[in-house]
């Protein structure tokens, strides 16, 4: 990359709550977002020169757009600043962080503010899910799916059973996973959740199927939730070390990306790849153009990875399409604790969505954000000791849209 760009720091609201309950909307959640941000960086309103939202459907939940004027409201000094939103499904927050790096690298702008949004919990289940059905193909797929995404991933899962295998104790074993990692983080939504064996397995009251082989368990979180970061061009991070007494090598730096756009139906995704050993292969493209512009070889060079795991389906092709194994052998690193907080490529330490919560447009920026506070030591019950350069695997629709960050430190 020409140029670099430097992540400053950001915040997350607590995933936990139920925004409707509070008497709040999502104006206020998104207020709280960056004031919290502007706190935790130590900036100042004034040094925002541009803003990015990420949001997939506040239309249907909020009956609100327009998210940039919405954006121009929290802060006077916000009034007449660019902002814009940007919407592709659950990838939405990672296509604002995408809009936000260009604005730095094409020199418009030195500092730039992404916030990820999205308020979900107000609605009921089947309201909410048919909702989120809109980043599928409505009227050309799905049409039997009483639950329209644990229907789509409960294909991903037969996909892989059709050409590898597929084992229900694999799936299980990271919905465990990732639920006990929540458990260390205070803005996880399923922190404080009682779980048990039966949580995860096959009896119907404790762990029911939604959709084919997808239950209960296997399923990412309805969150209401907002996080927020601040990117900014080297020359003013450089400013913004000298300012705080900070070693300017120690600040994060975006050092590589991939984004990729399929076809829009699951079918059509599959027929692209038959001979192929990744079954989603532009989602492999995705993290190999991150790997090519961050100029690694591959997952060895990693610490942690947060990936999306809106179902452990999801996941599950996550740990072979970033090389982890062969594809199809993803169980491999799950049973030999790879994937754990304590083995030696952790994957969503912060829960991922099954455990810290999912809502949709915030996710990308979410983790970004966690990727940050592994790098500056900042993660707290999650931590990974050490980490240095980190991964974010991002996933709108059935792997539609696609984006990949990887973050690092100097030293």
């Not at 990359?1 to 206020?28: C, H, I, P, S, W």
């Not at 790096?101 to 418009?108: E, K, M, N, S, V």
């Not at 996550?318 to 090389?323: L, V």
Request: proline content about 4%; hydrophobic content about 40%.
């Amino acid at each position: 990359m020409a140029a670099g760009v430097r992540v400053l720091g950001g915040y997350q609201t607590d995933f936990r709550r139920n925004l409707g309950r509070e008497g709040k909307g999502l104006f206020e959640l998104m207020q709280e977002a960056v004031a919290g941000t502007l706190a935790a960086t130590d900036l100042a309103p004034d040094d925002i020169e541009v803003a990015h939202v990420g949001n997939f459907v506040a239309e249907l939940f909020c009956q609100q757009g327009h998210l940039g004027g919405m954006f121009a409201a929290i802060d006077p000094a916000f009034s007449g600043l660019p902002a814009a939103r940007h919407e592709a499904a659950c990838a939405s927050g990672s296509i604002a962080l995408l809009a936000a790096q260009a604005d730095i690298l094409a020199g418009h702008y030195d500092v730039a503010c992404v916030l990820g949004v999205e308020l979900m919990r107000h609605t009921d289940a089947k309201t909410a899910a048919d909702n989120l059905a809109t980043a599928a193909w409505i009227g050309r797929e799905g049409q039997e799916a009483r639950w329209m995404w644990p229907w789509m991933f409960a294909r991903l899962g037969d996909e892989y059973e059709r050409r590898y295998g597929l084992e229900r104790e694999h799936l299980a074993a990271i919905a465990r996973n990732n639920f006990a990692n929540a458990r260390r983080n205070p803005n996880a939504q399923t922190r404080e959740w009682i779980l048990t064996d039966e949580s995860f397995g096959t009896d119907e009251a404790a762990n029911p199927v939604i959709e084919g082989r997808i239950r209960k368990s296997d399923c990412g979180q309805i969150t209401d939730g907002a996080a927020c970061v601040v990117v900014a061009s080297e020359r003013f991070a450089a400013r913004y070390a000298e300012r705080r007494g900070v070693a300017f090598d120690r600040i994060p730096r975006v050092a590589g990306w991939g984004h990729r756009t399929a076809t829009l139906r699951l079918e059509d995704k599959f027929r692209e790849s038959p001979n192929d050993p990744y079954i989603l292969p532009h989602v492999r493209g995705a993290i190999a153009d991150a790997y090519r512009r961050a100029a690694i070889a591959g997952p060895d060079a990693l610490d942690v990875i947060e990936t999306h795991d809106c179902f452990t389906t999801t996941e599950y092709l996550a740990i072979d399409h970033f090389g982890m194994t062969e594809p199809g052998e993803s169980w491999k690193a799950i049973e030999s604790g790879r994937i754990a907080l304590g083995g030696d490529l952790p994957i969503n330490p912060s829960g991922g969505l099954i455990g810290a919560g999912h809502p949709v447009g915030a996710t990308g920026v979410r983790m970004l954000l966690d990727a940050w506070k592994q790098l500056s030591g900042t993660a707290g019950g999650y931590q990974v000791e050490g980490a240095r350069r980190a991964a974010t695997l991002n996933i709108g629709g059935s792997g539609t849209t696609t984006v990949s960050f990887i973050l690092e430190r100097d030293a």
